[in-house]
């Protein structure tokens, strides 16, 4: 499993190609997600997700080489493998004669629901304060506290009258806590007789008896936003006014994500189809170490932009050792050298080129895309247009496989996301093939 995450996070790195720092693989950007709104659920996800002592660190002495890395000298300037001509190293296999399965998926009024309020509403919550029952679990309530062990005070154990906003199960506080809380009503004193845990991280307090005397100043209940026009129309989106055109809103982005992840799935099929079918007679070492020394640097770019060095990186996201992460680096380039290996012999057999135009028309798109001046100015901002062309050259080779392939589509029964769903949009959700996310 290991070498299988680092080998997809190789393939998505190096596929990337030249646009890597600049648009992230522009092809799944702009529709991922339905609306602005869910940017707040992003930022959750998002939170460190790094050890708390990882240190800033460059890259070991080992990688300094990597310095003035550039993998746009592996390429001629037509995208192509320098000096190496793809069909010298390996045989193709029918490529025609693959077989794709492409499941086809709907976005159904269920999965529009989930999103309104699993990604919207819940985070336009409202509080309101509670004076007619006692607190439950989920309410928030405010709380002073004091904690005591044989009667003595001990640090840390009280609110000092400033007031404690606490979530009834959360399991902020120890074990018992807030159960004990849970029945109290507002300006309601309690004692709650609990004890540490054995393992607490303050070993004085550890295993001890206390007792917290607990005052609930006041409690609070949040409920979600509820959808109606009023609540679409603060959301200010251009055409978007009404519960019924915000429904379509959100069906229209969810189907166009899941087209973008159905192609996604579909491109990796075919290449990891067309990889496994052929016959390598070798792989130029030299090749081999270029695709090593561009995931390395990569890997270590991300990895510097968590304020951590190559090696913590590896082991927190891929549960790699030092003595294990190097075989797999080199397993993930191999097989990522072997790819471009065959996707070069595609090209050559085929006689795929990248035209003048198709460059140019590439260059005027993910300018406007990304909200660059001009194609001057982006074009400056990738610099090296040979590692590009590689990029593009990637992805017309795919589409030649994908259009060339026996691809089945499984049926699914077709569902109407609201009643405003108008036919053709209707027609078009036979044609997604993941899941809506």
Same mark, same amino acid.
Do not use: W
């Given at each position: 499993?290991?070498?299988?995450?680092?080998?997809?996070?190789?393939?998505?790195?190096?596929?990337?190609?030249?646009?890597?720092?600049?648009?992230?693989?522009?092809?799944?950007?702009?529709?991922?997600?339905?609306?602005?709104?869910?940017?707040?659920?992003?930022?959750?996800?998002?939170?460190? %997700?790094?050890? &708390? /002592? !990882? #240190?800033?660190? =460059?890259?070991? *002495?080992?990688?300094? +080489?990597?310095?003035?890395?550039?993998? @746009?000298?592996?390429?001629?300037?037509?995208?192509?493998?320098?000096?190496?001509?793809?069909?010298?190293?390996?045989?193709?296999?029918?490529?025609?004669?693959? %077989?794709?399965? &492409? /499941? !086809? #998926?709907?976005? =159904?009024?269920? *999965?529009?629901?989930? +999103?309104?309020?699993?990604?919207?509403? @819940?985070?336009?919550?409202?509080?309101?304060?509670?004076?007619?029952?006692?607190?439950?679990?989920?309410?928030?309530?405010?709380?002073?506290?004091?904690?005591?062990?044989?009667?003595?005070?001990?640090?840390?154990?009280?609110?000092?009258?400033?007031?404690?906003?606490?979530?009834?199960?959360?399991?902020?506080?120890?074990?018992?806590?807030?159960?004990?809380?849970?029945?109290?009503?507002?300006?309601?004193?309690?004692?709650?007789?609990?004890?540490?845990?054995?393992?607490?991280?303050?070993?004085?307090?550890?295993?001890?008896?206390?007792?917290?005397?607990?005052?609930?100043?006041?409690?609070?209940?949040?409920?979600?936003?509820?959808?109606?026009?009023?609540?679409?129309?603060?959301?200010?989106?251009?055409?978007?006014?009404?519960?019924?055109?915000?429904?379509?809103?959100?069906?229209?982005?969810?189907?166009?994500?899941?087209?973008?992840?159905?192609?996604?799935?579909?491109?990796?099929?075919?290449?990891?189809?067309?990889?496994?079918?052929?016959?390598?007679?070798?792989?130029?070492?030299?090749?081999?170490?270029?695709?090593?020394?561009?995931?390395?640097?990569?890997?270590?770019?991300?990895?510097?932009?968590?304020?951590?060095?190559?090696?913590?990186?590896?082991?927190?996201?891929?549960?790699?050792?030092?003595?294990?992460?190097?075989?797999?680096?080199?397993?993930?380039?191999?097989?990522?050298?072997?790819?471009?290996?065959?996707?070069?012999?595609?090209?050559?057999?085929?006689?795929?080129?990248?035209?003048?135009?198709?460059?140019?028309?590439?260059?005027?798109?993910?300018?406007?895309?990304?909200?660059?001046?001009?194609?001057?100015?982006?074009?400056?901002?990738?610099?090296?247009?040979?590692?590009?062309?590689?990029?593009?050259?990637?992805?017309?080779?795919?589409?030649?496989?994908?259009?060339?392939?026996?691809?089945?589509?499984?049926?699914?029964?077709?569902?109407?996301?609201?009643?405003?769903?108008?036919?053709?949009?209707?027609?078009?959700?036979?044609?997604?093939?993941?899941?809506?996310?």
């Amino acid at each position: 499993m290991k070498n299988t995450n680092l080998t997809r996070a190789a393939a998505s790195l190096l596929a990337c190609g030249m646009v890597f720092g600049l648009t992230a693989c522009s092809s799944s950007a702009s529709s991922s997600e339905a609306t602005a709104e869910s940017a707040a659920s992003s930022e959750a996800a998002s939170e460190s %997700t790094v050890p &708390d /002592d !990882a #240190t800033a660190e =460059s890259a070991a *002495d080992d990688y300094s +080489y990597l310095a003035d890395f550039s993998f @746009s000298d592996a390429y001629d300037e037509n995208g192509y493998l320098k000096g190496i001509t793809a069909l010298d190293y390996v045989t193709l296999p029918d490529t025609e004669s693959f %077989t794709l399965s &492409d /499941d !086809a #998926t709907t976005v =159904s009024d269920s *999965d529009i629901d989930d +999103y309104i309020s699993n990604n919207i509403l @819940s985070n336009y919550k409202t509080t309101n304060e509670i004076t007619n029952r006692a607190a439950e679990n989920g309410d928030t309530v405010n709380i002073d506290f004091a904690g005591s062990i044989d009667g003595v005070a001990f640090d840390g154990g009280d609110s000092q009258g400033n007031g404690y906003d606490l979530t009834l199960g959360s399991g902020t506080f120890i074990d018992g806590f807030e159960d004990g809380v849970i029945g109290m009503k507002k300006d309601e004193t309690k004692d709650l007789n609990l004890t540490f845990p054995e393992d607490y991280s303050n070993t004085d307090l550890a295993g001890a008896d206390v007792v917290f005397t607990v005052t609930v100043n006041h409690v609070y209940e949040e409920t979600d936003a509820v959808l109606d026009d009023a609540f679409v129309a603060a959301r200010n989106i251009d055409g978007v006014s009404t519960v019924a055109e915000y429904r379509q809103y959100v069906y229209d982005n969810l189907m166009s994500s899941a087209k973008n992840q159905q192609e996604t799935e579909l491109e990796r099929n075919v290449l990891e189809a067309v990889t496994a079918n052929a016959t390598f007679k070798e792989t130029p070492e030299e090749m081999v170490s270029r695709y090593y020394d561009r995931l390395v640097k990569n890997l270590t770019a991300t990895a510097s932009m968590y304020g951590i060095d190559l090696e913590t990186f590896m082991s927190y996201s891929y549960g790699l050792a030092a003595d294990e992460y190097e075989d797999e680096l080199q397993k993930s380039a191999q097989s990522a050298a072997e790819q471009i290996m065959v996707m070069q012999a595609i090209a050559e057999k085929e006689g795929l080129t990248l035209t003048d135009e198709e460059l140019q028309a590439d260059l005027e798109s993910s300018a406007s895309e990304y909200g660059y001046d001009s194609v001057d100015a982006y074009q400056e901002a990738i610099g090296d247009l040979r590692g590009y062309k590689e990029y593009l050259m990637s992805e017309k080779v795919t589409k030649y496989l994908i259009e060339n392939a026996n691809v089945t589509e499984t049926e699914a029964s077709t569902e109407e996301a609201t009643e405003e769903t108008t036919e053709t949009e209707t027609e078009t959700t036979t044609e997604t093939a993941t899941e809506a996310e």
